[in-house]
């Protein structure tokens, strides 16, 4: 009998915790899913990355709070604002680097800080609230589960799905997959390959945003609270092989699980290392990905 | 010779211009060159005599910031490893003196100790994260992005370790004296401090002149000019990267050491990836691949950072963000680059009126 209660408490446990592993591995996942355009396609290193995930969370925080017209509408915002500003990016400092990549890491850090400043600038340093959209919590058998939560793993699982099938069955993204790996190519059928790398930048910025606006209200929003993501989604995308889609995944599986797992048990800061070594270790192991190629 | 001479150099892009000077231009202008050097030199010593205080003080700390600027020029400029994550060797160097200092004692042998310990001991970090993620090929995006990471944990270890570190309060050190251990021991600040920083960063730079100009170093101008092409004449490209990174992780950590002896005060930030990119930004503002371009972009920003930032209506950082996306667009060489390339346009005109034909071209 003590037996049989035990096994009901551990069963809550485990269902909520594997929950809570679940919606962080997706929300990375989205983040990541915009990385992987941007950096496994185009090849921009974009360490402005993190600083588009501020401003989408930053966008609800305005919605919902400063301008009063509730939540959803940043909801729907976030997302067309940090592909403004990615486009943005893209068309006056990306374009003029594609002939030195790597100098995106720098440019694009520089791009990092000046957003990060503005934001301290316009709405000040301190850290802010943004109230849960859908309070209270849904009964799932096992455990009850938060409303808003599970609403953000539904939408963030739809949403990945549908980029996957865009970029990988319908006729279009294939070519654009196509054409952004292989310029020469581009040129020869006739595409202009600076829409594409234009779409593809704005596009990317957008999945962050909505990440960004995602997670707000389960967050403190603060000028900083990009850094995380931006490594972390790095880390997915070179982990699971950059340039395959699909290897954001697992990439975002051993990043967000392991760590979302781990702080259960240990502090966050020794999770974060033990993962952070982890990463490393496989990234040395296979530096071609999980799910790269030869 | 001379012909090959200069396409590489032409290739080397930065890198070259320094080299440039050395190699191939004789006479006047490497004697102009000795006289700039000379009048740095000079202002340098001659600075406490018409500096106020605070400002000797700022220069002090620009003076140790420059040689961390040399660590990261030596990587960065000559070697093209560009890392985000350099002050987590800085300031493992400052922490294992700051420790040091305060918990076992201040006098002489303790602060040799804690300058050996804090070079040593960074170096060896380097080499083994260098050599790690080296041995196995890996890109160099992805070593930046290691790095950086590297520098967010560093810092998120310092602030939470709070039993060694006091956490993001940050530790206090106690003043630390120098002389003959058991014999004489004295407080070293102010304007004698500030002269051996002077020394100290004279003494880094023609280190790091030395290695440059060595077989060593060539090694390194030229896996930073094609990795590849290195590796196929021979050069075992991967022992060069560890060991220059090595070298490089120590001279910061003695860096890291002398801002403890400096400010007596460390925080979590001196590990963490601001510092890291404050680094890069001085380099790249003064010049890749030239050394002086280090020191110039570290004491002239950092002067900036500490007089006129206040009287802006907008952040520093802002500035420095914005700085950083133009001169990546616009001179990616930097200042040193920017004279540089002024310079040879004159003297191509000049030989151009001397030869004096086709010159319209």
């Not at chain 1, 070179?238 to 954001?248: C, D, N, P, S």
């Not at chain 2, 490497?30 to 000079?42: E, M, Q, R, W, Y």
């Amino acid at each position: 009998m003590n037996c049989l209660l035990l096994a009901g408490v551990d069963t809550e446990l485990v269902a909520s915790l594997a929950l809570n592993a679940l919606s962080s591995i997706l929300i990375l996942a989205l983040s990541a899913l915009g990385l992987a355009v941007i950096y496994g396609f185009i090849g921009v290193i974009n360490l402005a990355h993190g600083a588009y995930f501020t401003v989408g969370a930053y966008v609800v925080w305005l919605t919902s709070t400063e301008l009063g017209i509730g939540f959803w509408p940043g909801f729907l915002l976030a997302p067309l604002v940090v592909a403004v500003v990615g486009l943005l990016t893209e068309v006056l400092i990306i374009q003029h680097l594609y002939e030195r990549l790597l100098d995106t890491i720098l440019a694009t850090w520089g791009v990092a800080l000046a957003i990060g400043e503005a934001i301290k600038l316009l709405f000040n340093a301190q850290s802010k609230e943004v109230g849960n959209p859908l309070p209270g919590s849904v009964d799932l058998v096992v455990t009850t589960y938060s409303t808003y939560r599970l609403f953000l793993m539904g939408v963030a699982a739809v949403v990945i799905t549908v980029v996957f099938v865009l970029f990988t069955r319908t006729d279009a993204g294939v070519r654009l997959r196509a054409v952004i790996q292989d310029p020469t190519q581009a040129s020869l059928l006739g595409l202009n390959e600076t829409r594409m790398y234009q779409f593809s930048f704005a596009f990317g910025s957008a999945l962050v945003g909505l990440a960004g606006a995602a997670v707000a209200p389960l967050t403190t929003v603060e000028p900083n609270m990009g850094i995380s993501y931006l490594v972390q989604s790095f880390f997915a995308v070179i982990l699971g092989g950059a340039g395959t889609l699909i290897g954001i995944v697992p990439g975002s599986i051993i990043v967000a699980g392991f760590s979302n797992v781990g702080t259960f048990f240990i502090s966050p800061v020794v999770a974060q290392t033990l993962v952070f070594l982890l990463v490393v270790a496989l990234i040395v192991v296979r530096p071609e990905g999980l799910l790269g190629g030869q | 010779m001379g012909g090959d001479e200069s396409t590489t150099e032409r290739a080397v892009g930065a890198t070259g211009v320094a080299s440039s000077l050395s190699v191939s231009v004789a006479g006047r202008e490497l004697s102009g060159t000795t006289a700039l050097a000379a009048l740095g030199v000079g202002a340098l010593l001659f600075a406490p005599a018409i500096l106020a205080n605070y400002l000797i003080q700022i220069l002090t700390l620009s003076l140790i910031f420059a040689l961390f600027a040399i660590s990261v020029d030596l990587l960065w400029g000559y070697t093209g490893i560009l890392t985000f994550g350099h002050a987590v060797f800085l300031g493992g160097g400052a922490y294992l003196m700051g420790t040091l200092l305060e918990a076992v004692g201040t006098g002489p042998a303790i602060v040799y100790a804690g300058l050996a310990a804090g070079t040593v001991l960074p170096g060896l970090l380097g080499l083994v994260v260098a050599g790690v993620l080296f041995s196995r090929g890996i890109s160099e995006d992805y070593f930046t992005i290691i790095t950086l990471a590297l520098a967010i944990i560093a810092e998120q270890i310092a602030v939470s370790w709070s039993s060694v570190t006091n956490g993001a309060n940050g530790l206090l050190v106690p003043p630390a004296r120098v002389g003959i251990p058991g014999v004489v021991a004295t407080e070293l600040t102010g304007v004698p401090f500030y002269y051996l920083c002077v020394g100290v960063l004279l003494a880094g730079y023609l280190v790091a002149r030395r290695i440059v100009d060595s077989p060593f170093g060539r090694a390194l101008v030229a896996i930073n000019e094609n990795e590849t092409k290195a590796t196929a004449l021979g050069y075992d490209t991967e022992k060069y990267k560890t060991l220059v990174f090595g070298v490089s992780s120590g001279m910061a950590g003695f860096a890291g050491t002398l801002y403890v002896l400096s400010e007596r005060f460390i925080s979590p930030p001196l590990l963490g990836f601001v510092q890291s990119t404050d680094v890069l930004i001085w380099v790249l503002v003064g010049g890749r691949g030239t050394l002086v371009g280090g020191i110039l972009g570290t004491i002239s920003l950092r002067f900036f950072e500490n007089t006129i930032s206040g009287a802006l209506a907008f952040s520093w950082i802002l500035v420095l963000g914005i700085v950083l996306i133009l001169i990546v667009l616009l001179f990616p060489e930097g200042l040193v680059g920017v004279v540089e390339v002024a310079r040879e346009r004159l003297r191509d005109r000049r030989d151009d009126e001397a030869t004096d034909h086709s010159s319209d071209l």
